[in-house]
């Protein structure tokens, strides 16, 4: 003979259970989305430039000529680079050249004195620097800058 025992089991809500009709039950999707835009230089993309229109209408044309007055301005430092770097280079040359008719008279004049040892000495180091300079001149690499707003 089998006893059964018999337990009472009361009924508690199911907050799952609510949502549940004659269909099934009910299922609802949440999300979100993430949106992340990237771009260099001063002028934005066309749509980001056109919103920037509704908040202020006098944006998009602050921003382009922000970006003209920049673009001027990077004009102006490069052309005065280089205008400084040829200056500088014309300086050297200049000296140098200086320098060397000075060497070579004063070579000649120790010849002349008749001290041949010492104007050898003046015009072979005068050589010296002048085949050193063309060589050191020629090998020498110039890094190109970077300009972070081509």
Sequence with gaps: M??????????????????IDEKGP????????ISEMHYSGPIPPPDVL???GTIDATLPDRIMSM???EQNHMHETEKAQLNNDYILSRRGQNFA????VIITVASMYFMYMGSSVGGAIFSSGVLVIIIH???????????PK???TL
């Excluded at 089998?2 to 949502?19: C, G, L, M, Q, Y």
């Excluded at 009910?26 to 989305?33: A, I, L």
């Excluded at 050249?97 to 060397?100: A, F, R, S």
Aim: charged share 40%.
């Design 67 to 69: 970006a003209e007055k």
């Design 2 to 19: 089998s006893r059964r025992k018999s337990k009472n089991i009361t009924k508690r809500e199911n907050p799952v259970a609510k949502d």
């Design 97 to 100: 050249m200086t320098l060397t």
């Design 26 to 33: 009910k299922v609802e999707f949440s999300g979100s989305f």
């Design 133 to 143: 300079s063309f060589i050191r001149g020629h090998r020498t690499k110039k890094t």
């Design 146 to 148: 970077n300009n972070p």
């Design 50 to 52: 056109k919103d920037y």
